[in-house]
């Protein structure tokens, strides 16, 4: 057998052998646990991460289990009533300048206006609704039937000059004119080429007898 040369240990050889290997680096982790606020080299805090606002937070706001509501846009709507009398002023006013022309078809001008209003209700629906209205805001308002032309003619005209034989004759030439006028002939056209106020009226009075 070959003899074994044993050599003996030197410690301090062997203590340098391990001090001059490099450290290994901790795990992160770990170099945390080790490395707290009482270390005397603290690690350095991490900037946060800036984050993005998310998309609901642009759309509604911020996070809620409600959703946010829009407020709906208030609108002013108009009192009927105040609508109601400022059509009867625009009559009223073709009143008076039919009374302060001298004029033989100045009563035209006075039947053209009340003719246009009522056709406008009629055309929205609210012909009834309206002349019963108007009616309500007479202080004097005597008892009638429901037809409009009837109820505009009390409301705007004077009542001491239109009587109630005048007015219930321009109420018939409207109603005549109303079913038998063609829809582009103006009304004071259409009134003389059939015969005349007296005339039309007339005509309106034996077809509702008929």
């Known amino acids: 057998m070959e003899d074994i040369i044993i050599k003996p240990i030197d410690p301090i050889a062997s203590a340098r052998s391990v001090n001059d290997r490099p450290p290994k680096q ?16 603290p690690l ?12 609901r937070e642009k ?12 407020k709906p846009i208030w609108r002013p709507t108009q009192n009927p009533v105040s609508s109601i009398e400022a059509d009867l002023a625009k009559v009223r006013s073709a009143w008076a300048k039919y009374r302060s022309t001298n004029g033989r078809d100045a009563v035209y001008i ?21 002349s019963r209205g108007a009616l309500r805001l007479q202080a004097d308002a005597p008892q009638m039937k429901p037809e409009p032309f009837g109820i505009v003619i009390v409301c ?4 001491e000059v239109a009587d109630a034989k005048t007015r219930s004759k321009y109420s018939r030439v409207l109603q005549y004119a109303r079913i038998a006028k063609p829809a582009d002939q103006p009304l004071t056209a259409f009134i003389k080429s059939n015969g005349g106020i007296n005339a039309c009226a007339g005509v309106f009075a034996r077809r509702s007898k008929g």
């Open 26 to 41: 901790a795990n992160a982790p770990l170099q945390e646990k080790i490395g707290g606020q009482f270390s005397q080299a």
């Open 44 to 55: 350095a805090k991490k900037p946060p991460i800036p984050t993005r606002p998310l998309v």
């Open 59 to 70: 759309m509604v706001g911020s996070f809620s289990r409600y959703p946010s509501v829009k």
């Open 110 to 130: 006075y039947l053209e206006a009340v003719y246009a209003l009522v056709r406008r209700w009629q055309r929205l629906s609210c012909s009834l609704k309206n």
């Open 156 to 159: 705007t005209a004077d009542l």
